[in-house]
């Protein structure tokens, strides 16, 4: 089966500038989550969709960060107007179901740097 | 979530069991034991979870202390592609979907 795919890998931007990540999940994956690490930081969550549905965004860091996933499929991220501190690798994981019986399969993240 | 300890850095020879310890003293009756792993440049991956008895899969061995206030991952022989970052984490099974909260982990350096 395919894992979990991100794009892009990498991004350089300029602070102010709009940038979009994608995510697409592993087919028939209904859980789908965002994480990130700044630097020298440790991997936190962002927010965590079942289907097309927002289940939990306690860790989305301001109004600046987009979330989707319509139709339930893949997910978008976007950070509208970006600044320096957005700088890190944000992952993107997905599971079958949301308990802790259904480990998280991880994609291996976009890096953005904001500069 | 209740909270793990693990040491920064370990080192180990090659082809030599590796023991990574983690204390969760916290622990609550409805906390698993959750072991990944990220490897350079990757994501994290899962590895091995657990609730009291012992675990053993084809990449690991979980052995869980009996008052549950620390677990051990045990990698029986590792190589050089072991080399990785180990989280362990603990995942309320009482409260589906809950996310994985990371630790700093443990930097695990693989000698040849």
């Known amino acids: 089966e395919a894992g979990v795919t991100q794009f892009p890998s990498h991004s350089v931007i300029e602070k102010g500038q709009t940038v979009t990540l994608r995510c697409d999940p592993i087919?028939?994956?209904?859980?789908l989550y965002w994480y990130r690490r700044v630097m020298g930081k440790e991997i936190k969550f962002l927010l965590h969709?079942?289907?097309?549905?927002?289940?939990?965004e306690s860790g989305m860091p301001n109004n600046r960060f987009l979330a989707e996933r319509t139709g339930g499929t893949y997910s978008t991220l976007k950070v509208q107007p970006a600044e320096l501190e957005d700088s890190g690798v944000y992952f993107c994981?997905?599971?079958?179901?949301?308990?802790?019986?259904?480990?998280?399969?991880f994609g291996n993240g976009t890096r953005l740097t904001v500069t | 979530d209740a909270k793990t300890t693990q040491p920064n850095s370990m080192e180990s020879n090659e082809e030599e069991p590796v023991h990574l310890p983690c204390n969760h003293s916290t622990i609550s009756g409805t906390d698993y034991i959750h072991w990944y792993r990220q490897l350079p440049s990757q994501g994290p991956e899962y590895v091995i979870h657990g609730l009291t008895s012992n675990v053993n899969n084809r990449m690991a061995s979980l052995a869980i202390a009996e008052d549950r206030k620390s677990s051990t991952l045990i990698l029986h022989r590792a190589t050089l592609r072991d080399a990785a970052v180990y989280y362990c984490i603990l995942r309320d099974h009482s409260n589906a979907g809950n996310m994985l909260t990371f630790g700093g982990g443990t930097r695990l350096m693989v000698k040849p």
């Open positions: 994981a997905s599971s079958r179901g949301g308990s802790y019986n259904s480990p998280l399969h």
């Open positions: 087919s028939g994956h209904d859980n």
């Open positions: 969709f079942v289907k097309e549905s927002k289940q939990d």
